[in-house]
């Protein structure tokens, strides 16, 4: 019958720059279920390489190792991990808790990697603690409890998921000799209950508790030595249930476990935390508030095209806004605007008409430059009315004498604080009554004083019908096709001019160009956006390198008890997905402050931030977690689990 644990002429060496290191040089023992064997020599032997070996930590250079008649060599990392899990439990001299959990989920850990649900954990951890007389400390952090204490709560972590086969590696080392027995006792009834123990230790009094003393020296057994028969094969009550989980079962599992770890180590340094995320904050906060910001004015754009009605069209003259000899043509009339108007497929046609002329107030002479417009002007421009009124639709009518000033020509010919509105202001020799104040129009700088008039009023009063226009607003009859009136319109004209020499505007035209600048300006924010949020993607990688770093010991610890290297890859996957998580969340709530501080209906900077721009912040941040959490998170998972457990 094949032993429980066999080794068969086990060498293992070190390669340490140009050394070779031989801690092993060819080691036969066999070890048989129940007994207790203490493995003693002096420093440096190779005890603990022996022992790594036994365990599935570490894997013989050359040799064989056979755990229940089967070798381990060729098995992968995440074999020897599941053999660990199901048939190992290991006590180190230093204990290995885990500092920010407290006894009883430093007892379930291993019960976490092999599939054990939270409730059945926390009972069996509970039970154990209980059992080594620490039923007192369950909720204690490592800080809190002696050398003894902590040596106890990792002997019940190394019983978690059955540990048929204990190994303790200087279980007494760090501990005053009254807590040694205690841990030694505690071994010796372990053993009585079945389980295979096998300690190293380098004091002969405790190894004289043993059944079989095996002493080795330089890397070879120098004797075995039986002192009692063993207890053979008592029966152990077997608890271990594990991977009897599907694969989405058990990935969802992972992630629902790796989920409070993350939560629980960014919570154990949240300033750093708080500023790897500040990068994600800023990003998405940028990117989601100008975004918004670009959907608003958009919208707002819109609104006022389609207040404008989808069946009007503007007539310039010249070949187009760029034409520089618009100015000097001179054959578009009122004659036109008469002409046109009078076609059925024509509801209105409102002439603009412009001219720079002297105005009087008082003594005070200027000039300005006078614009006649339909009533329809202001609105459509999106210039605001600031005091009094526009012109009403009977203003146009009755041509009558009133005008709208811009702000700035209010505040030059009413300086301090007289109000405009009601006063008579001469436009060459014409009285007009001042009606209204508007706003500056945007882009629009220079001297001259802008002044509004009923187009009407211009025409009719000022300038004469054989005046030209620079511009024409056609609004075409509800029921006729705005394509068939604009090409009527087109031959019309070009027949009494003799040549097109006008421009024909409709606001499709206007609608596109305006889709094609939001569409423009959106691509180059959000390239904009995409750097500051790689920047931040490279923050969230720095840290978690730093973090990986760290807590190296935890990443060995781990692996020690059964971690995958999947388990160990998504617990730092998870965190850094949400560490980008919680910052678009932050972000978002930053921006949606934003749209209700400073964009509301009538604002300057109208935002919309609509569901699927925060979805999009969300996956974003979820891509930039999940490809900046990558490389580190691989890291993790391909640690030696040996050299891990032992970095400082
Ligand atoms: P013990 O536990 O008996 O004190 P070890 O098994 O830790 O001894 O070490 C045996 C020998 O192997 C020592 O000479 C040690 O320096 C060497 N050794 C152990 N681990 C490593 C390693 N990871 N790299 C290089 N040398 C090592
Ligand atoms: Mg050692």
Redesign the pocket.
């Given at each position: 019958m094949s032993s429980l644990l066999e080794i068969e002429n086990v060498t293992r060496l070190?390669q340490?720059g140009e050394e070779t290191?031989s801690?092993l040089k060819g080691i036969d023992l066999r070890i048989d279920s129940g007994e207790l064997v203490a493995i003693v020599?002096?420093?440096?032997?190779?005890?603990?390489?022996?022992m790594n070996i036994l365990g599935c930590l570490d894997q013989p250079t050359a040799g064989d190792y056979r755990v229940g008649g089967h070798s381990v060599a060729g098995l992968s990392a995440d074999e020897l991990a599941a053999l660990r899990r199901e048939h190992f439990g290991f006590i180190f001299q230093r204990y290995h808790l885990l500092g920010t959990l407290n006894s009883a989920d430093n007892v379930a850990m291993p019960a976490v990697y092999a599939g054990i649900d939270s409730v059945t954990r926390r009972e069996r951890a509970n039970l154990l603690l209980e059992r080594l007389g620490l039923g007192e400390r369950i909720d204690h952090r490592p800080g809190q409890l002696s050398g003894g204490q902590q040596q106890r709560v990792s002997i019940a972590r190394a019983l978690m998921n059955g540990g048929r086969i204990i190994l303790a590696?200087e279980p007494t080392g760090a501990l005053d000799s009254k807590s040694g027995e205690t841990v030694l006792e505690i071994l010796k009834e372990l053993h009585r209950d079945g389980h295979t123990v096998i300690m190293?230790t380098h004091d002969m009094e405790v190894a004289s508790h043993a059944d079989r003393i095996i002493e080795i020296r330089d890397?070879l057994v120098l004797s075995d030595k039986r002192c009692r028969e063993p207890v053979v094969d008592a029966p152990l009550p077997s608890f271990l249930n594990s991977d009897s989980v599907g694969v989405l079962a058990g990935f969802h599992r992972r992630v629902a476990e790796a989920f409070p770890m993350a939560v629980r180590s960014m919570a154990a340094h949240r300033v750093r935390t708080f500023l790897t995320m500040l990068g994600i904050i800023i990003g998405i906060a940028a990117v989601v508030s100008v975004v918004g910001l670009g959907e608003g004015t958009r919208q707002r754009v819109l609104a006022e095209i389609s207040e404008l009605g989808a069946s009007t069209l503007s007539i310039f003259p010249g070949h187009g806004w760029d034409d520089e000899r618009a100015e000097s043509i001179t054959s578009l009339v009122v004659a036109d605007a008469e002409v046109l108007s009078a076609q059925n497929y024509i509801d209105s046609v409102t002439p603009l008409v412009s001219t720079s002329t002297r105005i009087r107030l008082g003594r005070t002479t200027m000039s300005a430059n006078v614009d006649g417009v339909g009533e329809d002007y202001f609105r459509v421009n999106g210039l605001r009315i600031v005091l009094g009124t526009g012109f009403s639709a009977d203003s146009i009518a009755e041509r009558r004498q009133e005008a709208v000033i811009e702000e700035r020509a209010a505040s030059t010919l009413f300086p301090g604080d007289e109000s405009p509105l009601g006063k008579v202001i001469m436009i060459d020799r014409v009285p007009v009554v001042i009606i209204g104040t508007v706003a500056q129009r945007s882009g629009m700088s220079g001297k001259t004083l802008q002044i509004y008039l009923p187009y009407t009023a211009v025409t009719g009063r000022l300038l004469g019908a054989a005046t030209s226009l620079a511009g024409l607003t056609v609004r075409i009859s509800d029921d006729v096709d705005t394509i068939v009136a604009e090409r009527a319109i087109v031959g019309l004209l070009t027949r009494r001019h003799g040549t097109q020499d006008f421009f024909v505007f409709n606001s499709d035209q206007l609608r596109r160009i305006m889709e094609k600048t939001s569409q423009t300006m959106t691509l180059l924010i959000s390239s904009v956006a995409v750097i500051s949020l790689i920047v931040g993607g490279i923050g969230v990688m720095n840290i978690m390198l730093v973090s990986v770093t760290e807590r190296t010991r935890e990443i060995g610890l781990r692996m020690a008890v059964g971690a995958r290297r999947i388990d160990i890859m998504l617990q730092f996957l998870i965190e850094a997905v949400t560490i980008c998580i919680a910052g678009s969340f932050l972000g978002v709530g930053l921006a949606l402050g934003a749209a209700i501080a400073f964009g509301g209906q009538g604002s300057q900077f109208p935002m919309i931030i609509s569901f699927d721009a925060i979805l999009s912040a969300c996956l974003v941040a979820l891509l930039i977690g999940l490809v900046f959490g990558f490389l580190p998170a691989r890291n993790a998972s391909r640690l030696d689990p040996?050299?891990a457990l032992?970095r400082e």
């Amino acid at each position: 019958m094949s032993s429980l644990l066999e080794i068969e002429n086990v060498t293992r060496l070190f390669q340490t720059g140009e050394e070779t290191v031989s801690a092993l040089k060819g080691i036969d023992l066999r070890i048989d279920s129940g007994e207790l064997v203490a493995i003693v020599g002096a420093s440096g032997s190779g005890k603990s390489t022996l022992m790594n070996i036994l365990g599935c930590l570490d894997q013989p250079t050359a040799g064989d190792y056979r755990v229940g008649g089967h070798s381990v060599a060729g098995l992968s990392a995440d074999e020897l991990a599941a053999l660990r899990r199901e048939h190992f439990g290991f006590i180190f001299q230093r204990y290995h808790l885990l500092g920010t959990l407290n006894s009883a989920d430093n007892v379930a850990m291993p019960a976490v990697y092999a599939g054990i649900d939270s409730v059945t954990r926390r009972e069996r951890a509970n039970l154990l603690l209980e059992r080594l007389g620490l039923g007192e400390r369950i909720d204690h952090r490592p800080g809190q409890l002696s050398g003894g204490q902590q040596q106890r709560v990792s002997i019940a972590r190394a019983l978690m998921n059955g540990g048929r086969i204990i190994l303790a590696d200087e279980p007494t080392g760090a501990l005053d000799s009254k807590s040694g027995e205690t841990v030694l006792e505690i071994l010796k009834e372990l053993h009585r209950d079945g389980h295979t123990v096998i300690m190293v230790t380098h004091d002969m009094e405790v190894a004289s508790h043993a059944d079989r003393i095996i002493e080795i020296r330089d890397g070879l057994v120098l004797s075995d030595k039986r002192c009692r028969e063993p207890v053979v094969d008592a029966p152990l009550p077997s608890f271990l249930n594990s991977d009897s989980v599907g694969v989405l079962a058990g990935f969802h599992r992972r992630v629902a476990e790796a989920f409070p770890m993350a939560v629980r180590s960014m919570a154990a340094h949240r300033v750093r935390t708080f500023l790897t995320m500040l990068g994600i904050i800023i990003g998405i906060a940028a990117v989601v508030s100008v975004v918004g910001l670009g959907e608003g004015t958009r919208q707002r754009v819109l609104a006022e095209i389609s207040e404008l009605g989808a069946s009007t069209l503007s007539i310039f003259p010249g070949h187009g806004w760029d034409d520089e000899r618009a100015e000097s043509i001179t054959s578009l009339v009122v004659a036109d605007a008469e002409v046109l108007s009078a076609q059925n497929y024509i509801d209105s046609v409102t002439p603009l008409v412009s001219t720079s002329t002297r105005i009087r107030l008082g003594r005070t002479t200027m000039s300005a430059n006078v614009d006649g417009v339909g009533e329809d002007y202001f609105r459509v421009n999106g210039l605001r009315i600031v005091l009094g009124t526009g012109f009403s639709a009977d203003s146009i009518a009755e041509r009558r004498q009133e005008a709208v000033i811009e702000e700035r020509a209010a505040s030059t010919l009413f300086p301090g604080d007289e109000s405009p509105l009601g006063k008579v202001i001469m436009i060459d020799r014409v009285p007009v009554v001042i009606i209204g104040t508007v706003a500056q129009r945007s882009g629009m700088s220079g001297k001259t004083l802008q002044i509004y008039l009923p187009y009407t009023a211009v025409t009719g009063r000022l300038l004469g019908a054989a005046t030209s226009l620079a511009g024409l607003t056609v609004r075409i009859s509800d029921d006729v096709d705005t394509i068939v009136a604009e090409r009527a319109i087109v031959g019309l004209l070009t027949r009494r001019h003799g040549t097109q020499d006008f421009f024909v505007f409709n606001s499709d035209q206007l609608r596109r160009i305006m889709e094609k600048t939001s569409q423009t300006m959106t691509l180059l924010i959000s390239s904009v956006a995409v750097i500051s949020l790689i920047v931040g993607g490279i923050g969230v990688m720095n840290i978690m390198l730093v973090s990986v770093t760290e807590r190296t010991r935890e990443i060995g610890l781990r692996m020690a008890v059964g971690a995958r290297r999947i388990d160990i890859m998504l617990q730092f996957l998870i965190e850094a997905v949400t560490i980008c998580i919680a910052g678009s969340f932050l972000g978002v709530g930053l921006a949606l402050g934003a749209a209700i501080a400073f964009g509301g209906q009538g604002s300057q900077f109208p935002m919309i931030i609509s569901f699927d721009a925060i979805l999009s912040a969300c996956l974003v941040a979820l891509l930039i977690g999940l490809v900046f959490g990558f490389l580190p998170a691989r890291n993790a998972s391909r640690l030696d689990p040996v050299d891990a457990l032992s970095r400082e």
